[in-house]
């Protein structure tokens, strides 16, 4: 965790001291925001948070490795002759809330000094309110050897397959209690579980070297939910199928390169997704912000309602309401209120992901994307749970409808250039696809495009019910943040896609 507490600073503070909710933090907020105020700041807004994180891994051949972090500290971002002044601290004492407001305002007064452009934030109402994660079975609770059966299960499971040669599973779970508060009134708290687990296998033969992964191939997947989350996950189950397959893709065929009808699973999609739709349509990059760190967009600020991202089966939504979906909230790091944002429609940009600066230069408003890794790191505008949205029927009814081709699913690797337009991605696993049905499992498959061509293909979406999400972290921005947020998508189908390195 980039914002891990030192020793020094759990003398102070124990895990669960602002578990009580606004009445435990409510004191530290109001010192903060008045601080600012009193200074001359024309808003001011700040960020409170504890937060207990627990990871157990293992690979096979070395001892387990099981760690608890904890943070506890604050942020403050103020508005000061119309530049923004930030600062930050662990938690001591409660004199350190008014003193990083200090801290930010004088900031925000040297940075004024020079700069080109001044910030003009448009006022909205306070916004007050409370969210907590559903969880049944708190993961913290669960007992040290239940956690380990769990991974050390997993693990003989991946192993047990001849021609594994290494091995590696794990769970996590982390509880975070976030406070905000604002000079316009607004006073949230949001309280969330997160739990997760993941297992993969490596085998090795004369050909070469294969892995397969579960749930998936980042770290396998996180729900904002409690250990039953992991339950349902089966991960010894899954391990032994895991094994097998990565022993199986040594020796499998390798896709002809060229031209390719597929079926792209959801695992696979979900990368698809936050690469060539969710970092595109953020816009800091559309402005030019993120130039200098993570890229720019082929998406410009006047593309709302005009360009055509994909074929009218293509309508991505951002959602951070779903429940049970790491990333999910009710307000993000800067307060806005989330909610159900079409960012393309039937194929056409409908919305981009924005925070309250970036969509006041636009002159649109906040669609809650600006989100903060923790209280050390002001808020940028990150994709926030992006999801194709589903279509009619099943796997098998799109394998049909596909005929002869490929279906691929769980990401190997994965390239885009800065503008978010042309990409590379390989997938850990691909079956061909014959008269509908799939048949011989193919290794080391890539495939290729240009985002709107290959978007432009999707033929049609399964439903529903093959509906799935993947929780994943994201990295942006200078000094380099996390962001930790959720895709999903049911199977599609892609005409006429390039595939392999001819």
Avoid at 78 to 85: E, F, K, S
Wanted: charged content about 20%.
């Amino acid at each position: 965790m980039s914002e891990a507490a030192g020793p020094e600073d759990s003398a102070a503070h124990q895990w669960g001291d602002l578990a009580g909710g606004l009445a435990a933090a409510g004191p530290l907020l109001d010192s903060a925001v008045g601080a600012a105020a009193d200074g001359g700041a024309s808003f001011a807004d700040v960020r409170l948070s504890e937060s207990q994180e627990l990871r157990l891994y293992a690979v096979s051949g070395r001892a387990p490795d099981e760690r608890i972090e904890g943070s506890l500290g604050l942020g403050v971002r103020v508005l000061a002759d119309g530049v923004w002044g930030f600062a930050s601290r662990p938690l001591r004492d409660a004199a350190d809330a008014a003193e990083a407001a200090r801290e930010a305002l004088r900031n925000a007064r040297a940075a004024a000094a020079g700069a080109r452009e001044r910030v003009t934030l448009p006022p909205r109402p306070a916004e007050c309110g409370s969210y907590r994660t559903t969880a049944a079975v708190d993961p913290f609770k669960v007992p040290a050897a239940a956690r380990e059966a769990v991974v050390g299960g997993a693990l003989a499971a991946a192993l047990a397959a001849p021609g594994v040669v290494q091995a590696q599973a794990g769970v996590n779970a982390k509880h975070s209690h976030r406070y905000f508060a604002s000079t316009e009134g607004s006073r949230q708290e949001q309280h969330f579980v997160e739990s997760g687990g993941m297992v993969l296998a490596v085998a090795a033969g004369q050909y070469g070297v294969q892995r397969r992964s579960f749930p998936n191939s980042f770290h396998g997947n996180t729900a904002a939910a409690g250990w039953e989350y992991v339950e349902s996950l089966r991960l010894p189950e899954e391990a032994a199928r895991v094994g097998a397959e990565a022993v199986a893709l040594l020796t499998a065929p390798v896709a002809e390169p060229g031209s390719a009808d597929l079926v792209i699973g959801p695992a696979q999609l979900a990368l698809q997704i936050h690469e060539s739709a969710g970092h595109a349509l953020e816009l800091d990059r559309i402005l030019g912000d993120e130039v200098n760190f993570a890229g720019r967009s082929f998406i410009g600020p006047n593309a709302i309602g005009r360009l055509r991202y994909g074929s009218p089966g293509v309508s991505i939504v951002a959602d951070a309401t779903i429940p049970g979906t790491r990333g999910s909230f009710r307000f993000d790091d800067e307060g806005t209120p989330t909610r159900r944002t079409m960012l393309v429609t039937e194929g056409i940009v409908t919305d981009f992901l924005s925070s309250r600066d970036s969509a006041a230069r636009a002159g649109g408003e906040s669609t809650a994307a600006a989100r903060s890794d923790g209280w050390g790191f002001l808020p940028l505008c990150f994709a926030t749970n992006a999801f194709l949205e589903p279509g009619t029927g099943t796997t098998e009814d799109l394998l049909d409808r596909l005929g002869t081709g490929y279906y691929l699913d769980d990401n190997r690797s994965w390239s885009i250039d800065s503008q978010r337009l042309n990409f590379q991605f390989g997938t850990e696993a691909a079956w061909e696809v014959r008269r509908g049905r799939k048949s011989r499992l193919l290794r080391d498959f890539s495939y290729g495009g240009i985002t709107p061509q290959f978007w432009g293909s999707l033929e049609a979406v399964a439903g529903p019910a093959e509906f799935r999400t993947f929780g994943m972290p994201c990295g942006k921005g200078e000094p380099k943040q996390w962001g930790f947020l959720s895709h999903g998508a049911a199977p599609a189908l892609f005409r006429g896609v390039r595939t392999g390195v001819a």
